[in-house]
């Protein structure tokens, strides 16, 4: 069996978020969070659960640490809960919740695991959600003033920073489709929300990079490769509408100081925008947010395969059989992580990538012997991490791979039911229980490679 191996400095760690996996939700001084109360509204969370608790590594923090050594990890992308550390949104700091993160990284560091914090990974203070929330252009003075209070504290210590997970995600699913907190549905909204977290993430770097010297600075977004689902003009259409809206709306401000002309007409004939003059683009905005990065975080998971449906609406369609899907109804496309890493570095060029997150959701069998089988997550990994390989040996400079992610955990709209931990969770006592993926990218990040392996199909 051949074995793939890995640059030497390539780091191998696992994702998670704050809202996940704290819980702790009336804790240490916290204030209440969109998900918070999201998830009070009924039919929202796909279990009614709600996330107080979660994972509760609030206060199993320790232990968790100690499950990333045991694991082998050389670094943890987690995020910080802005609520617990500003909880009225801004103002007065929460010293307990500044305290919590602090130990957090002191933990790492001693257990020589680098820490790769996120600041916002969704959870806004509602208070500042009742303001108007993403979509009102104060809100990114507020999100300057949370990220020099968390810079001020972990920036002698941590190097890497992340300012925003998923804009798409918090644009789309919060603002347009509704399916994620604050649950609107305001397409003409997203467009503002999308553009102030641009915008905040740019002047969020600026705060970083003044109170920190010595640190690298990125942003984390989702890409989806498109793929037309026949060589129509109609189909190739939807595929690159697709990528406009999903992709380079963020790609190209970033990168390129600019909005994408085409994916902008898309929304004008849609409606969700008047004219190609965008109404929240304010002077010096898009230099703001072109800032150049020390990085790109890119989350990869599945593509998409595109068609335009009637009356000219671009739809997805599902190729793949059912066994060649998650549980997330996520097509298991390896190759798709390669061209989404060639596509980036070609096109866009950031200076260096992280894989900063990829991982999937399958049911998992009970414990037999203190075992849990998952190997169709193992099959996951191996497939994608092969591919991040692919793309390193074609000279795409990928730096690392953080598993999505450590632990099964609140799962946003879809609560519990899917999980994507190396780690299980005993219901009744929260313990954590390794699943053998964790055993085997425990012996993968220690080999610093990766094997062809004999996996069952996907
Ligand atoms: C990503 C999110 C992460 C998790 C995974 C499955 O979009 O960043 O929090 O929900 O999907």
């Keep these: 069996m051949a074995k793939h191996h890995f640059p030497g400095e390539f780091l191998w760690g696992t994702a998670t978020s704050a809202q996940q996996i704290e819980g702790g939700r009336h804790e240490g001084g916290r204030g209440e969070s969109i998900w918070d109360r999201f998830a009070t509204l009924p039919g929202k969370i796909a279990d009614g659960s709600r996330p107080d608790m979660t994972c509760d590594h609030f206060n199993r923090w320790q232990e968790d640490l100690d499950l990333m050594t045991s694991l082998g990890m050389g670094a943890y992308r987690f995020s910080i809960s802005w609520p617990r550390i500003l909880p ?3 103002g007065k700091v929460n010293p307990a919740g500044l305290d919590f993160y602090d130990k957090l990284v002191d933990g790492l560091l001693e257990a020589g695991i680098q820490p790769f914090p996120t600041l916002y990974h969704w959870d806004l203070p509602q208070v500042l959600q009742d303001e108007g929330g993403w979509a009102e252009r104060g809100i990114i003075d507020a999100f300057t003033e949370y990220t020099t209070a968390v810079a001020r504290r972990l920036g002698d210590r941590v190097t890497r920073w992340t300012t925003h997970n998923e804009p798409w995600c918090i644009a789309t699913l919060g603002h347009e489709e509704g399916h994620h907190a604050p649950g609107h549905t305001d397409p003409a909204e997203s467009l503002r ?17 003044n109170e920190v010297p010595s640190a690298e600075v990125g942003i984390v977004l989702i890409h989806c490769p498109a ?10 259409d939807a595929a690159r509408w697709f990528d406009g809206f999903f992709n380079r709306w963020y790609l190209d401000p970033l990168f390129r100081g600019r909005y994408p002309e085409d994916a902008v007409w898309d929304r004008v004939e849609r409606g969700h925008l008047l004219g190609s003059d965008l109404p929240f683009l304010h002077d010096g905005d898009l230099e703001i947010i072109a800032a150049p990065l020390d990085f790109l975080g890119l989350n990869y998971y599945s593509r998409n395969v595109m068609r335009m449906g009637r009356e000219g609406r671009p739809e997805a369609v599902a190729v793949a059989p059912v066994e060649e899907r998650t ?3 996520w097509e298991v496309y390896p190759q798709g992580l390669e061209d989404s890493l060639l ?10 990538i992280y894989v900063t997150e990829n991982g999937a ?5 009970a414990p037999v012997a203190g075992r849990i089988a998952d190997p169709r997550r193992i099959a996951y990994l191996r497939s994608h991490l092969l591919a991040v390989h692919r793309a390193i040996a074609a000279g795409v400079p990928v730096r690392g791979y953080f598993a999505w992610s450590l632990l099964d955990n609140f799962e946003w709209g879809h609560g519990f039911e899917q999980t994507f931990g190396l780690c299980a969770l005993d219901p009744d006592t929260l313990d954590r229980i390794p699943k053998d993926s964790a055993f085997w990218y425990r012996d993968a990040a220690m080999a610093n490679a990766v094997d062809d392996g004999e996996d069952p199909a996907p």
Excluded at 194 to 208: D, E, K, N, Q, Y
Excluded at 227 to 236: E, G, K, L, N, R
Excluded at 361 to 365: E, I, L, Q, S
């Design 361 to 365: 959701a399958y049911t998992d069998p």
């Design 343 to 352: 596509r980036v570095h070609r096109d866009y060029a950031p200076g260096s």
């Design 88 to 90: 009225a949104g801004r």
């Design 227 to 236: 793929m037309p689902a026949s060589p129509t003009d109609a189909d190739v």
């Design 193 to 209: 929300v999308a553009h102030h977290l641009l915008l905040s993430h740019g002047l969020s770097t600026a705060v970083i990079r």
């Design 327 to 329: 549980t997330m109804g």
